[in-house]
Structure formats: structure tokens, C-alpha cells
């Protein structure tokens, strides 16, 4: 049976919209994701709706408020997770937001990283594929699979409507 835990991803912009707000977790060590840079989000609460759930994860991790939430795209990572869990995700770009975000948060460093250079930073590989769909402007939204075996992506497709 399929049984995803379903998560929000957000891509903060600076008023340029040439960099991005990541959070590189490098505060425990038994983090799945320890070294790597990630945008900011996390697990859809019972009684939440997909959007609060952004809101309320960039609030907890970056001290700031979401304005302007854009839908990007979806992802389904079936086999992710550290225990080979079902991962689905969406996934947000944030043109606005109130407030000075927090330099870091209990799993790592918050960062303004240049959106052209996104790819050279260590991060999963599958995030390789999709990230230049959050950025690339096309106006409709994006909904891929990428299933996952023993930490690497196994194969990635996507449509857009």
C-alpha cells in the first residue's frame, strides 16, 4: 500500500530573485540529510492544509512570514526517506515574506545562495533535477516522479499543466 508522508519544500527569493534562502544542515550529525544544502519546509500536520504547512514551517525554521506562495510543481519520491520511506512533496517558491529571517535554526545554517550556482552545492542529487523547474519561470506547474534506492534517484520524469 501506498502511504506517502507528504511535505512542503520552499525556495524563499531575495527581492532580486537571484538568490534563494537554504538551510545547510550541518547541526547533527544523525540528520539524514547532515551536509547538505535543502530549502526550507517539512511534514503536513492532521487538520493543515499543504499551504498553512509551508507558512508555518518557514515561520519555525527561518522566523519570517510567507507572502506571495507560488506552487511550483509536486515531486513523489517513493523510497526515500532513511528507512525507505515514500516521500510526497510540494514544492513552493516565495516571492515575499515579513521579517529578518534567523541566521540558524536547530538543524543548520541559514543561507542566501545565488540561484545560478544552486547546482554546485552539495545537496541530494535528485534535487539536481527539479530545482531548475522552480526557478525556470515557466508558469505551469510541474508534477514529477523520482524514485529512490539506496539513496540516489533512479529515474526522474515530470508533465507540466
Keep these: 500500500m501506498y502511504t506517502p508522508i507528504l511535505a512542503t519544500l520552499g525556495f524563499i527569493l ?3 530573485e537571484k538568490m534563494t534562502l537554504l538551510v545547510h544542515r550541518n547541526k547533527r550529525r544523525d540528520d539524514y540529510h547532515f551536509g547538505k544544502f535543502n530549502g526550507l519546509g517539512g511534514k503536513l500536520e492532521p487538520g493543515e492544509d499543504i499551504v498553512s504547512c509551508l507558512k508555518r ?3 519555525e525554521e ?3 512570514e510567507a507572502n506571495n ?3 511550483r510543481g509536486t515531486v513523489n519520491w517513493s523510497g526515500f526517506g532513511g528507512e525507505g520511506e515514500d516521500w510526497f512533496g510540494f514544492i513552493f517558491l516565495v ?4 521579517g529578518s529571517p534567523y541566521t540558524s535554526n536547530n538543524e543548520g545554517e541559514l543561507m542566501w545562495q545565488e540561484v545560478s550556482r544552486l547546482s ?3 545537496m541530494w542529487e535528485g534535487d539536481r533535477f527539479f ?3 522552480v526557478f525556470d519561470g515557466d508558469p505551469r506547474v510541474f ?3 523520482m524514485p529512490y534506492a539506496d539513496g540516489k534517484p533512479r529515474s526522474w520524469q515530470y508533465s507540466r499543466i
Design 143 to 145: 508534477h514529477g516522479s
Design 131 to 133: 530545482l531548475p523547474l
Design 62 to 64: 527561518a522566523g519570517i
Design 57 to 59: 514551517e518557514i515561520r
Design 120 to 122: 554546485s552545492l552539495p
Design 95 to 98: 516571492k515575499n515574506y515579513d
Design 69 to 71: 506562495v507560488i506552487l
Design 14 to 16: 531575495s527581492p532580486d
